[in-house]
């Protein structure tokens, strides 16, 4: 897209008659420049004119993106509370329907299972349909799951519940992949990574709830009756959640904002447009970088879906009867990594170092593996809870680090379609982890199980080292910061010759050129297209 003669990318501004039609530059001093955090250059001037004339900037950041992040936040919560509201009660679950323990596994492994299949669809659909329809179609099937695992709570109707948590598994399909999307759809460049590592704490918040209150609601005991009158009031408040979610959604949510909010987002869009779906996944799927990512990632976060679903078996064989304290040690699991997935977003938007961050959270969740392992020996519940916070800390901070890392590999491919193959990457590794593991622990006990759980992740940390940061929406970001700054040059050439050799500005001493573009002058350019000053917002 050209440059229009007002300096900015876009159509020109409607015609004024208090202008006269004239658009053309006027007089800029050093005091009468203004940047915007979205990287457009402007004078003071030309902003009143925009103003007077009611045309807004390309680019531009909504106050509403939290009310979409907010939304969207919920129902991952929701869904992640169903995820593993079976597994961490799995004696009580395994007595009640009277199945075998694997049974019960596969109520947490039937999200993974679903997901594979499905995530490939699920992502054109994403791509192609946009935010609002995956959000109504997840918050809908998330209600209707809920709701028919409430009709199951019967001792006899172990298929049903089965058949709602599948339904269910269907949701996690479209939300999983939803946080990137989100981040990249409605934030700015300075928010993405924050905002997808809040996208992520709602899903970890939902896990988090899942391991207290189903120990509360449903406890052991030899009564059926007594049992099922637990499992229906757990499943009835969560039907009535979801319901009231997706109402919420319907009402509430929104496709886009009116304009891309980043302009790494608006030229994504214009390089994505007319590309295929099986163009974008083979661009993926050829990209050495992400591969590698797509390994470590699935090695990680699938021994994380592992430790999640077999808490409860890996727990108990050491301390009988600890069913609450389960629940406890995997509310600290959940939280201190929720605390990881912001500290690690806000990490990233404040120093952009992505390849570093990846290798050192991964090697201290090796580390945190390993001291998992023997701390379960120790006779001492609290230690192991320790540990488990520190384990929580920086695996499940990996989930939006992973994400973001993509994100910058693969530009100018989807978000949500390198997130969904991360996603379908952990599931394919976390339904043979939790299968391998969980035999293990019933035949050698929950030693020998970590320590697989532990090699594993030991073989991750070595292919994180090996990927390279090849960065390419950071680069992409400075390019068009140095078009924008090259031609904002030329429109201004002789004040930008006054502020070249003016020391005070540059912090030295530069010399200028009136007859042609000079490299110091552009380098200014790009240095003030980097300020951190805030983008004005919507009120």
């Not at 193959?421 to 590794?429: D, I, K, R």
Request: glycine share 10%; aromatic share 10%.
């Amino acid at each position: 897209m050209e440059p229009t003669p007002n300096g900015l990318y876009g159509a020109p501004p409607p015609e004024n008659p208090s202008t006269n039609g004239d658009y053309r530059p006027r007089p800029t001093t050093p005091d009468n420049i203004t940047v915007v955090k979205s990287g457009v250059v402007q004078t003071k001037d030309e902003m009143a004119r925009r103003e007077e004339n009611s045309w807004d900037p390309v680019v531009r950041v909504y106050n509403r993106r939290w009310v979409m992040l907010l939304l969207f936040c919920l129902v991952s919560m929701s869904n992640a509370f169903q995820w593993i509201q079976y597994s961490v009660v799995s004696n009580v679950v395994k007595d009640f329907y009277d199945v075998s323990q694997m049974a019960v596994d596969w109520f947490s492994m039937v999200y993974m299972l679903t997901y594979i299949p499905l995530i490939l669809p699920g992502t054109w659909l994403l791509d192609h349909s946009g935010l609002r329809l995956i959000g109504v179609l997840a918050a809908s099937l998330n209600c209707a799951g809920a709701w028919l695992k409430y009709t199951g709570a019967r001792p006899d109707l172990f298929p049903v519940a089965m058949g709602g948590q599948a339904v269910a598994a269907v949701a996690q399909v479209f939300i999983l992949g939803m946080p990137a999307h989100v981040a990249a759809t409605w934030f700015g460049a300075e928010q993405v990574s924050t905002a997808c590592a809040i996208g992520v704490f709602g899903n970890q918040f939902g896990v988090a709830i899942g391991f207290v209150i189903p120990p509360l609601i449903v406890k052991p005991h030899e009564d059926d009756e007594v049992v099922e009158k637990g499992m229906k009031t757990m499943f009835l408040i969560t039907a009535l959640v979801t319901t009231f979610l997706l109402i919420l959604i319907l009402l509430f949510y929104k496709e886009r904002p009116p304009r891309p909010p980043s302009r790494a987002q608006l030229e994504g869009q214009r390089e994505k447009e007319g590309k295929s779906f099986l163009d974008s996944i083979w661009a993926l799927t050829t990209n050495f970088n992400f591969v590698l990512l797509l390994i470590s990632y699935g090695i990680n976060v699938g021994s994380y879906y592992a430790i999640g679903t077999l808490l409860n078996q890996i727990v108990l064989s050491e301390y009988p009867d600890a069913e609450v304290e389960v629940g406890i040690i995997g509310l600290t699991l959940v939280l201190s990594g929720i605390m990881g997935s912001v500290v690690t977003g806000l990490w990233l938007d404040k120093t952009r170092i992505y390849r570093g961050t990846c290798i050192t959270v991964y090697i201290l969740s090796l580390t945190g593996m390993a001291l998992f392992t023997g701390s379960m020996s120790l006779n001492q519940l609290w230690i192991v809870g320790a540990v488990a916070a520190f384990l929580g800390f920086f695996m499940t901070g990996y989930l939006p680090l992973g994400f973001e890392f993509a994100a910058e590999l693969t530009y100018p491919e989807s978000e949500g379609t390198s997130s969904g193959l991360l996603n379908a990457s952990a599931q394919a590794f976390g339904i043979p982890f939790t299968i391998l593991v969980g035999m293990v622990i019933s035949n050698q006990g929950a030693l020998y199980g970590n320590l697989i759980l532990t090699g594993s992740l030991f073989i991750g940390s070595i292919i994180t080292a090996c990927i390279k940061a090849d960065l390419r929406r950071q680069r992409a970001e400075r390019n068009e910061g140095r078009e924008l700054a090259s031609f904002f040059w030329r429109k201004h050439e002789a004040e930008y010759d006054k502020l070249n050799n003016d020391g005070s500005e540059t912090g030295g001493e530069n010399s200028g050129s009136s007859g042609h573009p000079n490299e110091s002058c552009v380098e200014l350019d790009v240095k003030v297209l980097q300020r951190q000053i805030p983008n004005e917002e919507d009120e």
